[in-house]
């Protein structure tokens, strides 16, 4: 299984970018597609999760409100669509898959496979 993410880049605060996330070689659709960020020298923080067939959305308080995910299991993509975005917004962008969990949102260690990584810098 891999996941391929894209879409980052250097913005000014208060625009919007869009992140885009392919994956490929699995069987069957994720239960749950994710979005994660790690801003340098910080840990690893959730943004947004999204359930198979969008069944269920969650959001981190701190994006609540300006980021939407979305995801279209027929092109095996998930987007995040970023508007209104802050400084503090800026961090390496990560998708990844969860095949099973019995929490929601998942933990971060229960997301089977990860992506690469997008740098969005958003400048003030």
């Known amino acids: 299984v891999q996941l391929q993410a894209c879409g980052g880049g250097l913005v000014q605060a208060g625009g919007s970018l869009r992140l885009s996330c392919a994956t490929s070689?699995?069987?069957?659709?994720?239960?749950?597609m994710g979005w994660f960020r790690q801003a340098p020298g910080k840990e690893r923080e959730f943004v947004a999760g999204?359930?198979?067939?969008?069944?269920?959305?969650y959001y981190a308080d701190s994006v609540k409100g300006r980021f939407t995910i979305s995801r279209d299991d027929a092109k095996n993509m998930v987007y995040l669509q970023m508007n209104s975005l802050k400084p503090e917004d800026t961090a390496v962008y990560y998708c990844?898959?969860?095949?099973?969990?019995?929490?929601?949102?998942?933990?971060?260690?229960?997301?089977?496979?990860w992506g690469q990584g997008t740098q969005v810098t958003v400048s003030s």
């Open positions: 990844a898959s969860n095949y099973y969990s019995s929490t929601w949102p998942p933990l971060s260690n229960e997301y089977d496979y």
């Open positions: 070689g699995h069987t069957f659709s994720p239960y749950v």
């Open positions: 999204i359930k198979w067939s969008a069944s269920s959305i």
